[in-house]
């Protein structure tokens, strides 16, 4: 990814542009990149709420168009931040587990049920799981209590169950560091979920 913006929404503006869930903001950013027809998002995106304004972060590939609405702020990823060894690190994710799923015959089904992960020692565990598939170890780390985050798509009601890690984290493929920077960490990143915000310690 070369390019981080920050955007800072006042929360009159984002009811007056239904900016309501995850799903909303989400097409939101979308306006940002025109012209990419059927082409899949990528683009990582995390909204928190601020008390009298929303921050929105957005990773991508390309320079957004400024759409008409939020105060945008754009810079360039420098290519030696993704060179440190250790970083202090926020990730906001869905921890998922994937159940088998089998059909009357007792025939499993090609795609499992995701299932929401609540407990502690098995959401560290997920932690370290995904920090190992993308070129890192955690060397400490604390978790807030999963949240419920709703959200409407196509009409339809849904929700994911929102966790927030923070911790230290030691680079030992930057490799694979620089590809889970890039595209992001755990399922639902459409929906806010996998950026890794980084603060480089020398």
Known sequence: MKYLSRILVDKK???????????????????????????ARDFLIRVDNKGRSYQVLVLSRERPTLPGWGM?????????????????????????????????????KKNGQRTAIYNREALGNWLKRKA???GFEVVKFDVDPPLSQPF???????????????????????????????????????????????????
């Open 132 to 134: 190992q598939a993308s």
């Open 13 to 39: 503006t984002a009811i007056c542009c239904h900016l309501n869930d995850s799903y909303a903001w989400h097409k939101a950013v979308w306006e940002a990149f025109p012209n990419r027809g059927d082409q």
């Open 72 to 108: 945008w702020e754009t810079k360039e990823v420098c290519p030696h931040f993704l060179e440190y060894d250790l970083y202090r690190f926020e990730l906001r994710a869905n921890p998922t587990v994937k159940r088998v799923v089998r059909d009357d015959s007792g025939k499993r």
């Open 152 to 202: 409407h798509r196509k009409g339809k009601p849904g929700k994911h169950v929102r966790v927030d890690f923070r911790g230290l984290l030691r680079v030992v493929n930057h490799s694979q560091f620089k590809s889970a920077f890039a595209n992001g960490i755990g399922p639902a990143k459409a929906f806010g979920f996998g950026m890794l915000v980084l603060q480089p310690l020398k």
